[in-house]
Nanobody, 119 residues
């Protein structure tokens, strides 16, 4: 399974970006998908995740500004980011995880997409 993220870029503070991540090479529905980010000088942190039934979870820093969603038919997850600020600058990684009878426990990661917010 490969995860391909897109949608990163440069945006001014207060602006918006929409990230997308598609899981290819799988005929199975992915259990959960998530976005993490690596901010310079800090550990990688969870931004938001979503299960196959649509249950979502957000980091405190993302609540009220970011929205995670997914298209199960396409095994694709999205992250709509609004009211961006300089502290959101970092590399955003897509993650797919869960378990099934074929793979057992799985945990796939994409290469990341850079988000830069200028103040």
């Amino acid at each position: 399974v490969q995860l391909q993220a897109s949608g990163g870029g440069l945006v001014q503070a207060g602006g918006s970006l929409r990230l997308a991540c598609a899981a290819s090479g799988s005929i199975f529905r992915i259990d959960a998908m998530a976005w993490h980010r690596q901010i310079p000088g800090k550990q990688r942190e969870l931004v938001a995740d979503i299960t196959s039934d649509g249950t979502t979870n957000y980091a405190d820093s993302a609540k009220g500004r970011f929205t995670i969603s997914r298209d199960n038919d396409k095994n694709t997850v999205y992250l709509q980011m609004n009211s961006l600020n300089a502290e959101d600058t970092g590399i955003y990684y897509c993650n797919a995880y869960g378990s099934n009878r074929v793979w057992g426990v799985y945990d796939f990661w994409g290469k990341g997409t850079q988000v830069t917010v200028s103040s």
